[in-house]
């Protein structure tokens, strides 16, 4: 059965602690969600994602739906099993990745008609296919099917497409199959509008779900903005429901989401910045093709303790990448989950501690932030 549990909130700022009870284990919060989009997190085995402390990782309803095939994922006794992850799986609802296919997508009441960007074939989502998609896949935690509003976009557009996704939430709700098994979250919309935003909070809590996401920020807008709406939505969330900020994983975004409040964070960030040689360190990001790696013996990041950083240098890291090998990719994946897991961690140390503002504050400063 699905739980939270509040432990302990900051005397510094919003920052809290908690831990999320799920069937497959407990979730320390807050926490950073590797994405596993196509039922694997690219070049991790689920054995090298737990010695990396990975506690849940999400997957996609959207390209599972495409290949290999919901009823298959279900056959194989769900995606637990099917990709031999025995710790908590969130799965989105598939809304993000359709209503981003811009010119191949329709939108109506009913749900979303597309065309495959595998292979064109033509596609229907609805709020109920959406659930029963995420209840084949058998994932501790399920989203609703909203609609994600882009940047920019106007007032009129941004409202009717906020009250067009309550109305999705609701039938979700209903349709949903496997209440005991797996919490369905809803999704709190409304673009860059206060208003709307509020509105939002206001109709998708009325749905007394297990717990909640805070969608639409960080596609365009500036980090300002998204900071101002971030604040202005979570505190009128409730207290006791963990909240979701869907889609950020650069470390200056996940200080300002737990400082706000946020419990949980995700993005496809560290394995996509992995795979082009993008090594997020403590001093900032390193670009490990760069010719003034070719004589460095050293590690990628002196103050870390992962495995690649243990055993191999930025010249060796470096050599990989410039001829194309795939243990590149494998080790500068296993560093920035690791980086971005390990920070979580003593974020919520520091919580734990009453100091996170100062940790904060030494991180900005070391990193190369502003602040």
């Not at 992850?85 to 008609?113: A, H, M």
Request: charged fraction near 25%; aromatic fraction near 10%; include cysteine.
């Amino acid at each position: 059965m699905f739980s939270f549990e509040l432990l302990k909130e900051s005397k510094e700022c919003k920052a809290r602690l908690g831990k999320i009870h799920t069937n497959h284990g407990d979730i320390e919060t807050p926490i950073f969600m590797p994405v596993g989009t196509k039922a694997t997190v690219k070049a991790m085995t689920p054995e090298e994602l737990k010695e990396i402390e990975a506690q849940i990782i999400l997957s996609n309803t959207y390209h599972l739906y495409l290949r290999p095939g919901h009823d298959l994922v279900k056959e194989a006794g769900g995606l637990h099993k099917f990709m031999n992850w025995d710790r908590p799986i969130l799965t989105d609802s598939g809304g993000f990745q359709v209503f981003s296919l811009n010119n191949l997508r329709k939108i109506s009441e009913e749900g979303v008609e597309f065309r495959s960007h595998v292979d064109g074939s033509k596609h229907f989502i609805s709020p109920e296919k959406s659930m029963e998609i995420q209840n084949c896949l058998g994932s501790d935690i399920m989203m609703a099917f909203d609609e994600c509003v882009p940047y920019p976009a106007t007032y009129e557009y941004t409202k009717a497409s906020m009250e067009r996704t309550t109305r999705w939430a609701k039938r979700c709700k209903e349709y949903h199959k496997n209440i005991e098994n797996q919490a369905l979250f809803g999704i709190v919309q409304g673009g860059m509008y206060k208003d709307l935003r509020t509105e939002s909070v206001k109709q998708i809590t009325e749905l007394n779900l297990p717990g909640y996401a805070v969608g639409g920020l960080s596609v365009g807008e500036p980090k300002d903005i998204m900071i101002e709406m971030l604040d202005h939505t979570v505190e009128q969330l409730p207290k006791d429901k963990p909240r979701y900020l869907m889609g950020v994983g650069t470390p200056d975004y996940l200080f300002e989401a737990v400082e706000n409040g946020i419990d949980m964070a995700d993005c496809v960030l560290p394995t996509r910045m992995a795979r082009n040689g993008a090594f997020l360190t403590s001093t900032g990001v390193v670009t490990i093709k760069n010719a003034k790696y070719r004589h460095d013996f050293g590690p990628v990041d002196n103050e870390c303790n992962c495995y690649t950083c243990r055993n191999y240098s930025k010249a060796y890291l470096r050599h990989l990448f410039k001829e194309n090998e795939i243990l590149g990719a494998r080790l500068a994946s296993t560093h920035n989950l690791y980086f971005l897991l390990n920070l979580m961690k003593n974020i919520r140390m520091s919580i734990k501690e009453d100091n996170f503002l100062q940790y904060k504050k030494e991180f900005y400063s070391k990193y190369g932030y502003e602040k």
